[in-house]
C-alpha cells in the first residue's frame, strides 16, 4: 500500500474510532506508537500498525473489534510486552488493542477466594493486592514485576512455583471476551467447580489472542503461604546439577520451587548488581521448601541431600527470608541482565525430568557445534529449560549460528519427548516448532477451531498456526 | 424405520465392522446390548442402538469411527455408565463404543509422576495400582468403585478431595483420541508444563463425547498422602450445617473434604447397612484435615470450632482410619442407598460458598411447595449441592412435580450465581439448563466448535448441546 493509502485508511479508521469512544483512547502518532510495535523476543518479525487503542472499559474493546471486524482490520491484543516469541508483535496494517489503561483489580473475594481483574493489572500488583487479604495468587513468571495478568493468560504462562503449585491455567476461572464476531460474552465460572458446557474459558488460555479478546480475567486465588525454607546448592558442572534435579524427582519431594542458574547467568548478574555470586558458584540450584513444620523440615533435609549426593561442591539451608529473597531476586534478574549484554534468544523446551542431564549436556554439545554462547536458566524441576542464546550486536553469522543452535535445541526436545514450549508460547518463533511437535491432523484441528471462534480471520492472524 | 430394514443395517454394519475386526468385539444380541442402553439418569430418554462394540485397541476404535462416518451412523462412547445426566444414553441407530475390554493400566512413572492408562480402567483400580507405587490418583468421584477414568474424563468428573485437590481436569496431561474425521491423534503432554498450541486435550475434558473419542489419558499423579484427620459434626438442621460450611470458608481453611449428609440419607444408609448413623445425627458434616504435623492438628481445631460455632449439637475428631473411612463410606452409599428406595432425579447444582446456607433452605422450601421429598448430600466444601428429588416408584404426578422442583432449584442456582452442574455433566437432563446459564453467543461458540472437531456430526449427537 501506498503511503497516502495507508495515510488515508488510518485517518478513515481513526475518526470513525473517535466518534464512538473517546479521542484519547487512539494513538496514531508514530513515536507515541514506537514501544507497541514488538515484545522481547529476539529477532522476530513485527510490522507496521495502522493505529494503537488503549481501551478503558470492554465496551470500547468491543467498539474496537467490531469496526475491526467491518473493515477486515487485524488486531493484536497486547498487555507489557514482555513475550518472549513474538505473539505481541504488530502485523502491517493491523491495530494494537494495549490494555495498560485497564489495570484495576476490579474484587478480591477472600470467603470465595477469587479475584476479578482487568486485563492490565500487573501480575506483582495483583500478588500485592491479594496478601493484604491473606490471599495469594500463585503464578509468579519471572516477568512478575512487569508482565500483565491477560498477557499471562494469553500466553498460559508459567514461573517459579509452578512445580509445586501449576500454571496460570490451574488459577483461570472464567474470563470476559470479546469475541471473533464482535460479541462481549462470559466464559467460564465464579463457583469453585462447574462444567456447563466446553471449556472454552480454558481454551482461550494460552491462544495467546487468536480466539478472542479478553477484557476480564477471573482467578482462583490460594490462603497465603508461610515462610518458606530455602536450599542452595552449588555445582561445578551443569551435568551435575541436572542430576540433582532428576534426583530430587526420583525422591518423590515436591519441592515449592526447584531453579537453575549456570555461570555465565552469575556473572552477568554480578556484573549488573554486584551480588557476589559467581565468585563461589559455577551452577546454583535453588529450592524452596514450604510444607510446614517437622514434615517440612524433614523435606527441606532430603532436598539437601539429593543435592550433595549429586556432587553438590557446597549446600546449605536458611530460613531468613531476605537472603533468600536476594537469592530468588538473582534468578529473576538473570534474563534481564543477559539482555544487557547483548541480544538474547530465549528457549523454552520442556523435557521428561528423567532426561535433563542428558538434555542439558547436549544443550552444551549443540553450542559448542554453533560456536554459540548459551548461558541457562531453568525451572529445572520441571523440567523447563531456558538455554539463552547469546550473540555479539550486530554479529549476522554469529546470529544465523544461533538460530540454527535454537532449532537444533528444538529437535533434542522432541527427540527426548518434550515440547517446544514450556510457558512462553508459540507466537512466531515456535510455528516451525509446532508444526514438528503435532501431528499434522492436529494442527488441521487448530485451523477448524481457529475458523469456528475467529471467522474473520482478525486475531492475531499468523501467529501460532499460519 | 421398519423391522426389516433396521435388520438389514444391522447385518450390513455388522458384516462390514467384522471384516475389519475381530468378531468378538461386535455384539448384536439384544440381551446382550441391553446393560449397555443407558446410564444412571433417572427419567432420561434413550433410544435403540444398531449394535454395541467392545474394542481391545485404539486401531479397533479408529476403524470403528471410520465406518460410523461412511454411514453416517451416530457414535456412543461409555465407560461404566454410572452417570447421572444421560450422556452416555443410546440414540436410535447409534453404535454404542463400550470401554469395558480397553481397562489396562499401561503405564506407571513414578519420576514423572505419571500414568497412562486405557479408557476403562476403573477409577479405583488406578488408584490402587498407583498406591502400590506410592502414589496418588486424587479425583474421586463418589462412583470411584465402579466408574472408569474414560467416563471421569468425558464428563470432568468431580468427587470429595475436590475441595483441596482440584477435579478430573486438573490431572489430564494428555490423550490419544480418535477424532470427528476418523483419525487417531495425540493431543496434550507427558512434560509437566508445555503451551504448545491450542489446549485441545483439555476441551476435550467434559466434553462428554461429543468432540471425539477418547482412547488412551495421560494422568499426573501426586505422592500418595499421608493418614488424615476426619473431624465429624452433627446438626439439627441443613441449614446450620450449610452455616458452618460458610464459616470454613471464611476461616480460610483448606480441607481435603467437606461433606454433608442429611438425615434422609442417614436413615436410607441404616436401612441398607445399619450403620447406625441416624441415631445421633440429623445432618452429618464429614470433614478431613491432611496437612501434616501440628499445623495440621490446629486446622483440625479450627474446623471443629467452626462446627461448634455453627450449632452443631455434637462434633468429634479423629485420627482413626477405620472409623474415618467408615463414616465416608457412609457418604458414598448414600447415593445408591437412595436409589433402591425409588426413582431419584438427581441435581447437582454449584453455587457460591457464601450463599450455601441460603441454597439449602431455598431447597427445602422448593420441595414443600411442590411435595417432593428433597434428601441431600453435597459436596458443600465447593459449594457443590446435590439434593436427590425422591418419588414413589410409578407415581405419574409425584414425577411431574420432582420434575418442576428439578428445573426451579436449576433456576435457583443461576440466580444464586450458580452453575447448573458442578460435575456431572450436561447430558440429557441439563441441556435445558445449560441454555439457561449461557448467553446465546456462547451456545453459537459451542455449536462452532463442535462442528468444527466433529463435521459429520456424528459424535454423540444431541447430548450437550442440541
Known amino acids: 500500500m501506498t503511503v497516502d493509502a495507508t495515510s ?4 478513515e479508521l481513526s475518526e470513525e474510532l473517535t466518534s464512538a469512544i473517546p479521542a484519547d483512547r487512539v494513538v496514531t502518532d508514530r513515536d507515541v506508537i514506537e514501544p507497541y510495535l514488538h515484545d522481547e523476543a529476539e529477532w522476530a518479525p513485527y510490522g507496521t500498525p495502522l493505529l494503537v487503542v488503549r481501551p478503558r472499559t470492554a465496551e470500547e474493546v468491543q467498539v474496537v473489534v467490531q469496526r ?8 493484536v491484543s497486547r498487555g507489557a510486552g514482555t513475550g518472549l516469541s513474538g505473539g505481541a508483535n504488530a502485523i502491517d496494517g493491523c491495530v494494537i488493542i494495549s490494555f495498560d489503561k485497564m489495570n484495576a483489580v476490579k474484587e478480591i473475594d477472600p470467603l470465595e477466594r477469587l479475584a476479578v481483574v482487568e486485563p492490565g493489572v500487573v501480575n506483582d500488583d495483583l500478588r500485592a493486592a491479594c496478601a493484604v487479604e491473606g490471599l495469594w495468587y500463585p503464578p509468579d513468571p519471572s516477568s512478575a514485576a512487569w508482565s500483565t495478568i491477560g498477557g499471562n493468560v494469553a500466553t498460559n504462562a508459567g514461573g517459579l512455583c509452578c512445580v509445586k503449585y501449576g500454571v496460570t491455567r490451574d488459577y483461570v476461572l472464567g474470563m470476559q471476551v470479546v469475541t471473533g464476531t ?11 467447580k462447574g462444567v456447563a458446557g466446553y471449556d472454552l474459558a480454558g481454551l482461550m488460555v494460552g491462544s495467546e489472542g487468536t480466539l478472542g479478546v479478553i477484557t476480564e480475567i477471573t482467578v482462583k486465588l490460594r490462603p497465603l503461604q508461610d515462610p518458606q525454607r530455602t536450599v542452595v546448592g552449588y555445582f561445578d558442572s551443569i551435568v551435575d546439577a541436572g542430576r540433582a534435579v532428576r534426583a530430587v524427582a526420583e525422591t518423590g519431594l515436591t519441592p515449592s520451587a526447584l531453579e537453575l542458574i549456570d555461570r555465565q547467568c552469575l556473572l552477568a548478574v554480578d556484573a549488573w548488581k ?48 531476605q537472603e533468600a529473597d536476594a537469592l530468588f531476586l538473582a534468578r529473576r534478574l538473570a534474563y534481564p541482565a543477559m539482555e ?14 528423567a532426561v535433563v542431564p542428558e538434555m542439558l549436556e547436549r544443550i552444551e554439545q549443540i553450542g559448542e557445534r554453533h560456536r554459540t554462547t548459551i548461558a541457562s536458566i531453568a525451572h529445572a524441576g520441571d523440567g523447563n529449560l531456558h538455554p539463552l542464546l547469546i550473540t555479539p550486536r550486530d554479529d549476522e553469522d554469529a546470529r544465523i549460528r544461533a538460530q540454527a543452535a535454537f532449532v537444533e535445541i528444538i529437535d533434542a526436545a522432541i527427540e527426548y519427548g518434550g515440547t517446544v514450549t514450556g510457558e512462553h508460547g508459540i507466537g512466531l518463533l515456535k510455528m516451525d516448532g509446532l508444526a514438528k511437535e503435532l501431528d499434522p491432523v492436529v494442527m488441521d484441528m487448530h485451523h477448524a477451531v481457529k475458523r469456528a471462534l475467529d471467522p474473520h480471520g482478525i486475531m492475531n492472524p499468523g501467529k501460532v498456526i499460519r
Open 340 to 353: 544487557r549484554l547483548g541480544p538474547v534468544l530465549t528457549e523454552d523446551i520442556c523435557v521428561p525430568k
Open 8 to 11: 488515508t485508511r488510518i485517518a
Open 274 to 321: 554486584n551480588m557476589g555470586l559467581s565468585a563461589d558458584a559455577n551452577v546454583l540450584l535453588l529450592g524452596r521448601i514450604d510444607t510446614p513444620g517437622a514434615v517440612g523440615d524433614a523435606e527441606a533435609e532430603q532436598l539437601q541431600a539429593c543435592f550433595d549426593g549429586s556432587a553438590a561442591t557446597w549446600s546449605a539451608q536458611s530460613s531468613d527470608q
Open 182 to 192: 464482535g460479541e462481549l460474552v462470559r466464559l467460564g465460572r465464579r463457583t469453585a
Open 68 to 75: 475491526c471486524i467491518a473493515r477486515g482490520v487485524p488486531i
